[in-house]
């Protein structure tokens, strides 16, 4: 935001907004809501408790005051939750989620033990193995908002999580790769980047197929709206992965996120921006992949 020149004050309030608005949502979609919240509070609260950041912050402050910080970050954390918390008169998770905030600014969590948490895809879309690693976690709540609509026969739910899906998978494709990375495939550009979204629909059907199943099953007359947004998913997808490359090797940059930005508001202006994007990432990805 700052350098699109936005006031960090308008950064503030839209993130408020955001936080009561997602927080809103939540309560009013399931009876466990609480229990989810608590439990996302105190994930984000120990990721503060890794044991060599807090080794570091042991050797500039004295013991103390490392203390004082632990218990202030952990609580700076933890206070969006427990103000919604209250708000919702819900006083007895909000003391418990406070004094497991302070509790946690003791512990030191050791992140040295490596656990590879396996994924159902192969090596080469690395994409989809790495980032499936950082985000495997949302797919059973997208799963469990599938489940929540049915329950609610709420149909506009289960599409909503299937779009969380394809969101996700977004996210995959916002870091470029090494260049050698590219390189080393043996294809003209125009067949990599098919190669690229052929994998990445293909995946994106393969996880969102639960959800796809589910919601024929239960709300056989909105069809046709399903597909609707499975194709748009469909289009997202191979929006960003022509807009990846269309900037390689650099990162995506502003250009590049606003067209994305303009599409999101006015999907038909998509028309006009992948043949844009394909023939910007056949360009720069020529002399990498052709050059004899």
């Known amino acids: ?13 839209l993130a408020i907004i955001g936080f009561y608005s997602i927080s809103v949502y939540l309560f009013s979609k399931t009876e466990f809501a609480e229990y989810f919240y608590s439990v996302i509070s105190i994930s984000f609260i120990s990721k503060l408790s890794e044991k060599r950041r807090n080794d570091f912050l042991k050797t500039i402050f004295s013991i103390n005051n490392y203390k004082k910080l632990r218990i202030i970050e952990n609580l700076i954390f933890a206070v969006p939750f427990l103000a919604f918390l209250l708000f919702k008169q819900l006083f007895v998770i909000a003391v418990i989620l406070f004094f497991i905030s302070i509790f946690i600014s003791i512990l030191n969590f050791n992140t040295n033990f490596h656990f590879t948490i396996p ?5 080469n879309p690395f994409e989809f193995s790495v980032g499936f690693r950082k985000t495997f976690y949302i797919f059973p709540f997208a799963y469990f908002l599938t489940y929540q609509s049915i329950i609610v026969e709420n149909f506009n739910l289960g599409v909503a999580s ?7 998978i977004l996210s995959y494709y916002s870091k ?4 050698f990375y590219v390189w080393s495939f043996n294809l003209t550009a125009k067949e990599f980047l098919i190669n690229k979204i052929k994998t990445g629909l293909i995946y994106y059907t393969y996880l969102s ?10 709300f056989q007359n909105e069809i046709s709206t399903l597909i609707i947004f499975l194709i748009l998913g469909y289009v997202y997808i191979t929006t960003i ?7 390689f090797p650099n990162e995506m940059n502003l250009p590049e996120g606003m067209l994305i930005g303009f599409s999101l508001m006015f ?4 028309l006009g921006i992948i043949p844009f994007f394909y023939i910007k990432s056949v360009n ?4 990498m992949l052709e050059n004899d």
């Open 284 to 287: 720069q990805l020529k002399p």
């Open 162 to 168: 299937m779009l969380l899906i394809a969101v996700v």
């Open 119 to 123: 994924t159902p895809f192969s090596k």
């Open 241 to 247: 992965i022509l807009a990846k490359y269309s900037a």
């Open 1 to 13: 935001m700052d350098e699109v020149g936005f006031s960090p004050i308008l950064g503030y309030t």
């Open 267 to 270: 999907p038909p202006i998509l």
């Open 209 to 218: 197929l639960p959800i796809i199943i589910s919601l024929i099953v239960f």
């Open 176 to 179: 470029p790769e090494n260049e």
